[in-house]
């Protein structure tokens, strides 16, 4: 056994991932919080799903590739992902969450380690595969999302101390969570629209009456 | 200058003169001809098929056609029977709809051993006739089979207008007694079984022995599995069974139409615009539809999109299927009045038709028919028959399919490099390329065909590939993958001795 933890920022993904129980424990007794390495592995998270959609082999690919729009995939990544953040953060404080917004980020991202890494590995393997041997790539890709959970949990589990029922509830409700502040950012971004459409209205009005 | 002026004139002159002479084909029709490419979107194309010209019922000589409902060729004997449903009478004509070659049946004889049975009755007249078959036996006996509707019969008469045999409504113990039967449209395959569709029955079409005898039902459809049906199922786990009964039943879509094939597969239309599923069932003898969307195979029919309106999608309604000698299958819209041709696989070849009132168009059609590489469309509110004839384009796209089918690869490539060179976004070119070069061995040219054109020719082509080139590498990306390996096994090994001798230096302390 190597309890030596003295390594690196950016080895600590790979560490946790391969200790999905006590590599949190680890990483909160050491406060080896990255802000970089987080940041680094949310921006891979986009370019993997901006990857996946470009580079999957024509077999597995349902792309439409007609047009191609980078906003859809950067809100199902970075933004998707900070919501999360955000989130989990607003509930969690609320109920006795140790958690700083800076300890989520970086235990959030760092559970996505699994998911993105098999992930590349099914693009990879996309373009070497029959359609008969797709069973073996969507193992990977059930492997790495079930892992990525479970190390979510463990991530979440630790870095706002709770019991593990607890964990799985205040799971539940970020998604409720970052349901309503999706919500509200809709409606604002809606309202705001209608508020410039008044004023832009109200301008063009005002230029007719004047330009007599 | 001045000659620069009078060459400048003269070019100017030439050059309206040859755009003049440049005849726009698709231009002249009342349609534009589109196809679908691999992502289902509509795309201009050329038309293969073009009006030749519209026929009514004065011109064939019958007076005038009241609701026509239904048109038959028989390709052997090269006659056309229209029925007439508002006038109660058959009308049959030939290709050439020459007023000389008509000949009007509205009155049928009962033959002699129907008349022992019921020697009062012995002319019968059609009521309502809605569908009509014609079958010749190997002797050269000829049997026309009609749908007399409202008469509740399928009557069955030689050319001597003499009723051979009814197929009359099953007795009550095998066919509900509630249900109407009102045959609506009418097929008999090569052993003289007679298929009979009747709107209000769910089950399928009623199939009756030459005899008469009532075999049961055939090629139902299934149904189709909304939100709707599968909360039922779950309620039906709950629920007592007095509240099951009670429950809003659910059954198929009845069949709209059908066809049959010569080598004697039976094809069903629904017309259903609500529904996707079992458009087009083409059915072995056994009654399975080989027409499945199961594994890899998708068949669409029709047109893709379909239009939302008040909690509902409406789709296609496909009212009637035609099966050409070659084997192309011909599917009529009555929503939009289009006629979709299709291969014997089901690739879409052609759409051509339209609603309107210009020639070519149409308002409620009833019937396609084709025969001899022309398309024959009724329709039941203009009273006339419109012939559409091949164009040049759709008879190279013809040819390249026969030639595929005929299993003679490279001959169709010919063929299909021509549709290219006219038409660069005909789909199925592509995949007839790739089919060609793919049974030539040449793999790679033909990934490249089928890159986003065919998912199914794409996986057989790279299969071949991805062989191929394990086969030419395989030698030196083993060799070097061994070299590699044992590289390492020798690294680790040497690495761990020099720790072991390290250790030995330092060791003691533990």
Not at chain 1, 25 to 37: C, I, N
Not at chain 2, 382 to 403: C, D, H, M, P, W
């Amino acid at each position: 056994m190597n309890f030596d933890l003295d390594m690196p920022a950016w080895k600590w993904p790979f560490y946790v991932a391969k200790h999905p129980f006590e590599g949190f424990d680890d990483l909160r007794w050491k406060k080896a919080y990255s802000m970089r390495v987080a940041w680094v592995i949310v921006i891979a998270f986009f370019l993997i799903s901006v990857a996946k959609a470009q580079l999957t082999g024509f077999l597995f690919n349902d792309t439409y590739v007609k047009v191609f729009n980078i906003v859809p995939y950067f809100s199902s990544s970075v933004i998707l992902f900070i919501t999360w953040v955000v989130g989990n953060w607003s509930l969690c404080t609320l109920f006795d969450g140790e958690g700083t917004m800076k300890n989520i980020f970086c235990v959030s991202a760092y559970a996505l380690v699994p998911y993105l890494i098999t992930q590349i590995i099914c693009i990879i393997a996309s373009n070497f595969l029959l359609r008969t041997e797709s069973g073996f790539m969507f193992f990977f890709e059930y492997l790495g999302l079930a892992w990525s959970v479970v190390l979510m949990i463990s991530a979440m589990k630790t870095v706002h101390q709770y019991s593990i029922p607890k964990t799985l509830a205040a799971m539940f409700f970020t998604v409720v969570a970052m349901a309503i502040i999706l919500f509200l950012a809709v409606l604002l971004l809606t309202l705001f629209q209608q508020v410039f459409v008044f004023g832009y209205s109200i301008y063009t009005e005002l230029l007719y009456r004047f330009s007599i | 200058m001045r000659f620069i002026k009078k060459l400048t004139a003269f070019i100017c002159v030439a050059a309206v003169a040859a755009s003049s002479l440049v005849v726009n084909a698709s231009a002249d029709e009342p349609y534009i001809g589109y196809n679908y490419d691999w992502w289902g979107d509509p795309i201009p194309s050329q038309n293969g098929f073009v009006v030749e010209d519209v026929i009514s019922g004065a011109e064939m000589g019958a007076v005038t056609l009241a609701e026509p409902n239904d048109l038959f060729v028989h390709n052997e004997t090269g006659k056309f029977y229209i029925v007439d449903t508002k006038n109660n009478r058959l009308v049959i004509t030939d290709e050439s709809f020459n007023p000389d070659n008509i000949k009007i049946i509205d009155t049928l004889t009962y033959s002699d051993i129907f008349t022992e049975a019921d020697s009062k009755i012995k002319k019968t007249t059609f009521n309502v006739p809605m569908g009509v078959y014609v079958r010749t036996d190997k002797d050269g006996h000829t049997l026309i089979y009609v749908a007399d509707s409202a008469n509740e019969r399928v009557v069955a008469f030689n050319e001597d207008l003499e009723i051979e045999m009814e197929y009359v409504r099953p007795s009550s113990d095998v066919y509900d007694a509630q249900v109407t039967y009102n045959p609506n449209k009418v097929i008999v395959d090569s052993a003289f079984n007679v298929y009979v569709v009747v709107p209000s029955i769910t089950q399928g079409t009623v199939q009756f022995s030459a005899d008469g005898t009532f075999n049961g039902y055939y090629g139902a459809n299934r149904v189709n599995a909304t939100a709707e049906v599968i909360a039922q199922q779950f309620w039906k786990l709950i629920y007592t069974r007095e509240q099951i009964i009670a429950m809003r039943r659910n059954v198929s879509i009845e069949i709209s139409n059908v066809d049959i094939d010569e080598e004697g597969f039976i094809y069903t239309v629904t017309e259903t615009r609500t529904s996707d599923t079992d458009i087009l069932k083409k059915l072995n003898p056994a009654g399975t539809n080989i027409f499945t969307n199961l594994g890899y195979d998708q068949y669409t029919y029709g047109d893709y999109a379909t239009r939302y309106y008040k909690g509902k999608n409406y789709a296609n309604a496909i009212c009637d299927v035609d099966i050409d000698e070659e084997g192309n299958i011909y599917l009529l819209d009555f929503a939009t009045g289009r006629v979709f041709q299709y291969t014997n696989e089901c690739d879409l070849l052609f759409i051509f038709g339209g609603k309107g009132t210009q020639k070519g168009t149409f308002t409620s059609v009833s019937a396609v028919e084709s025969y001899k590489g022309k398309v024959y469309v009724l329709d039941s509110r203009k009273n006339s028959i419109t012939i559409f004839g091949q164009t040049e384009f759709g008879g190279i796209v013809q040819n390249a399919i026969y030639l595929f089918n005929e299993g003679l690869y490279d001959e169709a490539k010919g063929p299909w490099e021509e549709v290219l060179r006219r038409d660069a976004n005909y789909w199925l070119a592509y995949i007839g390329l790739g089919n060609a070069y793919l049974n030539q061995g040449d793999y790679a040219t033909a990934l490249d065909y089928f890159y986003r054109n065919s998912r199914a020719g794409y996986n057989r082509a790279f299969k071949s590939y991805r062989i191929e080139v394990i086969r030419a590498n395989f030698t030196w990306v083993m060799t070097v993958v061994l070299v590699l390996v044992l590289a390492l096994i020798i690294i680790s090994y040497v690495r761990k001795s020099m720790a072991k001798k390290k250790g030995k230096k330092t060791g003691g302390t533990n």
